[in-house]
């Protein structure tokens, strides 16, 4: 995996500090920014403010550095994580430190001027310690927090065993190696598997929610629910764990161990999330009283559906990708869902789309082809020399090949860039720079909400971030540089479209 440290090489040298000291210093970059942001005069809201208010003209020859360092950063990383046992030149270990040092300064002055950092940063005062203090003892603590988690799955174990005695014959269960399954299937509840990743992640989902939202809800009524959904995530994971072997004892090893084994994680989330935020709307006990028939709520309803319209097509391509990927060992042949699920979306809401800008011109195109060349520069190399058909795929029929083909082409070309690009560029894009996004101009242009949608773009996309945020940053341009959503769709559509292309000439299906 790209930028895992496990695989930099330990006998010595910049390259092996990176490998045993880089998430310290990582935890120790991350306390001083928080406390540049918390202990300053401006305080985050007032940083956002700020940026949201561009003083200034643009500063595009430090967004050019910034770019170009990230390049940089990008070719350098896979020669840094080639291999443990590869040996490593300490000037690619420090070319690639400094440049993604200097790629993250050279952002922020991209953003705003040295003349409002300096002054924050004087102003920080005490807060530099606080900062250092929490990034020690977190690194510190790392150990101990290791052991306590190592403890938490024998409660997993029980449970798992609880659930699977009365429906499993032949189970067989041995608490002292954590194994559980039958003479066909078993499985080991490592620590990892003991849930609390999946609780860690609801833990930060429900508390930045509870936090947005503080105005609507009763506290501290609100905050019982954050514990009732970490008890539901644990309970969730146990049923994973207990399905997994179920499946595996099926005689679906492959697809209990491939798909089913993340995916369930994802869904067990999902759907937590989703029940923890349409609970707390609907249960009166947690809700702040408010007249239902008043114009303001009419008004929170009608932008409701307004959010609901540009985001629900991408987020059931989202649903239909686990359900199909949970369904899938190294093929996911129900590919075909995604393209359903955003199709049924679209249809639902079409209506809602009369006041989109649905036309394109060809530099759309043009934008198009050049993000398909930048994913194929930044997709990461295989382990051979191609990437082949999947056996999945080679093992379908003919007609099945032809029609899982059509499915993957139409919703690459159709219905992934309309419904990726409502969500980032029609909605998130704008609603960084307004809550009532619906009043932000296609044209209008701020620093904050450009960055903060092509990260996410970028970060969507996992192992390909690089390519993701070359793609964001050029869909979000030539969108605002025209005015019209159907730009950036169109541009979309031509990168997936190009990429087809390339696979089916190419038979590489890395691209895809």
Same mark, same amino acid.
């Given at each position: ?141 790392? %150990? ?29 269960? $041995? ?8 003479? $066909? ?7 990892? =598997? ?82 923890? =935020? ?34 629900? %097509? ?75 058909? %999947? ?15 059509? =499915? ?25 720079? $307004? ?13 904050? %909400? ?45 990168? $997936? ?16």
């Amino acid at each position: 995996m790209l930028l895992d440290t496990g695989n930099l090489p330990a006998q010595g040298g910049l390259a092996t500090w990176i490998r045993y000291s880089g998430s310290g210093l990582v935890r120790a970059v991350a306390a001083l920014f928080a406390s540049a942001l918390i202990f300053s005069q401006y305080g985050i809201l007032g940083i956002l403010a700020v940026m949201r208010r561009q003083p200034g003209p643009v500063r595009y020859h430090f967004l050019a550095a910034h770019m170009l360092l990230m390049a940089a950063f990008g070719l350098l990383s896979p020669h840094l994580f080639a291999g443990a046992s590869s040996q490593v030149s300490p000037w690619v270990a420090l070319s690639w430190l400094l440049s993604g040092l200097s790629a993250v300064i050279f952002l922020g002055l991209s953003l705003l001027p040295a003349s409002f950092w300096l002054p924050l940063l004087r102003t920080v005062g005490w807060g530099w310690g606080w900062g250092l203090a929490v990034a020690a003892v977190s690194t510190a603590a790392r %150990p101990a927090a290791l052991a306590m988690w190592k403890s938490s799955s024998a409660p997993t174990f029980e449970f798992v065993h609880f659930l699977l005695r009365p429906i499993l014959p032949g189970l067989t269960a $041995n608490p002292l190696t954590a194994e559980i399954g039958t003479k $066909n299937f078993s499985v080991f509840v490592e620590p990892a =598997c003991s849930g609390y990743e999946g609780i860690g992640l609801f833990l930060i989902f429900s508390t930045a929610w509870l936090y947005f939202f503080r105005r609507e809800y009763r506290f501290p009524a609100a905050l019982a629910l954050i514990p009732a959904g970490a008890l539901l995530m644990w309970v969730l994971n146990a049923l994973r764990i207990a399905m997994l072997i179920l499946i595996g004892h099926a005689g679906a090893d492959r697809i209990a161990m491939g798909g089913f084994h993340s995916q369930a994680g994802w869904i067990a989330f999902t759907s937590t999330a989703i029940l923890f =935020c349409v609970l707390s709307r609907r249960i009166q006990f947690f809700q702040h009283p408010s007249p239902r028939s008043s114009p303001v709520a009419h008004g929170d309803a009608t932008q409701s559906q307004a959010v609901a319209a540009y985001l629900m %097509p991408f987020l059931a391509i989202l649903a239909a990708s686990l359900v199909s990927k949970a369904a899938s060992a190294d093929f996911e042949w129900l590919y075909p869902l995604r393209l359903l699920a955003a199709l049924a979306a679209l249809w639902h809401f079409r209506k809602a789309y009369g006041g989109v800008d649905w036309r394109f011109g060809p530099a759309a195109a043009v934008v198009g082809l050049l993000v398909a060349a930048v994913w194929v520069w930044t997709t990461p190399a295989a382990s051979g020399a191609r990437t082949g058909l %999947p056996a999945g795929f080679v093992a379908m029929s003919g007609p099945l090949q032809a029609a899982w083909l059509a =499915c993957r082409l139409l919703s690459a070309v159709i219905t992934v860039p309309i419904a990726e690009e409502l969500a980032f560029r029609g909605y998130l894009l704008r609603r960084v720079a $307004n809550p009532d996004f619906e009043s932000v101009s296609w044209h209008s242009f701020s620093w904050l %909400p450009f960055v903060v949608s092509t990260v996410a773009f970028g970060a969507m996309h996992e192992s390909r971030w690089l390519g993701g945020i070359a793609a964001g940053a050029a869909y979000a341009l030539i969108q605002m540089t025209r005015g019209r959503l159907g730009d950036a769709v169109a541009a979309h559509a031509v990168t $997936n479209a190009a990429l087809a292309a390339l696979v089916w000439y190419t038979g590489d299906w890395r691209y895809w």
